[in-house]
């Protein structure tokens, strides 16, 4: 059972990382907040494909 912890993901060109990254923590923690800093690359495409699976909200800043 996850605990009643949110993970916060900073992210900016993570599109190697990110998936890996989201699937490590998704059974320990209840949510997860991805913060992407403008990324030119995937990461965020590859963070909501995630965010189907999981309650997951991405953020750009």
Same mark, same amino acid.
């Given at each position: 059972? %996850? %605990? #009643?912890? $949110? %993970?916060?993901?900073? +992210?900016?060109?993570?599109?190697?990382?990110?998936? #890996?990254?989201? &699937?490590?923590?998704? $059974?320990?923690?209840?949510?997860? =907040?991805?913060? #992407?800093?403008y990324? $030119? #690359?995937?990461? =965020?495409?590859? %963070?909501?494909?995630? !965010? &189907?699976?999981?309650?997951? !909200? +991405?953020?750009?800043y």
């Amino acid at each position: 059972m %996850a %605990a #009643d912890i $949110t %993970a916060i993901i900073l +992210t900016k060109n993570e599109e190697v990382n990110i998936t #890996d990254c989201i &699937k490590s923590i998704m $059974t320990i923690v209840k949510r997860i =907040v991805v913060v #992407d800093s403008y990324s $030119t #690359d995937k990461t =965020v495409e590859l %963070a909501n494909i995630q !965010s &189907k699976k999981w309650r997951l !909200s +991405t953020m750009r800043y």
